[in-house]
């Protein structure tokens, strides 16, 4: 699996932005996808989880509310869109898929300024 994100950047706090990472795989593999961030100094956290079918949705309680995770499988693509930017947002959001093992984008930087 080939996972490459884009839509990152600089930002204001209470703006918006939309992340999308695009899926790449032979056909017939289903499984969860997701966003995960990791902000200087600190571990890799989730931030949203998706099913295959999208009837399972996590979003981390930091984010819940503001952010929204979606895919489009025909598309082979996952979507983060993010609401209401904070400066606690600042990270590196990285694209992941669940599979075994696991696959990991190479990131897109997103910074708030407030």
């Known amino acids: 699996v080939q996972l490459v994100e884009s839509g990152g950047g600089s930002e204001q706090a209470g703006d918006s932005l939309r992340l999308s990472c695009a899926v790449s795989d032979r056909p017939g593999r289903v499984y969860d996808l997701g966003w995960y961030r990791q902000a200087p100094g600190k571990e890799r956290e989730v931030v949203a989880i998706?099913?295959?079918?999208?009837?399972?949705?996590i979003h981390a309680g930091s984010v819940k509310g503001r952010f929204t995770v979606s895919r489009d499988n025909t598309k082979k693509t996952v979507t983060l869109q993010v609401n209401r930017l904070e400066a606690g947002d600042t990270a590196m959001y990285y694209c992941c898929a669940d599979t075994r093992p696991g696959a990991w984008g190479q990131g897109v930087q997103v910074t708030v300024s407030s």
């Open positions: 998706i099913s295959w079918t999208g009837d399972r949705i």
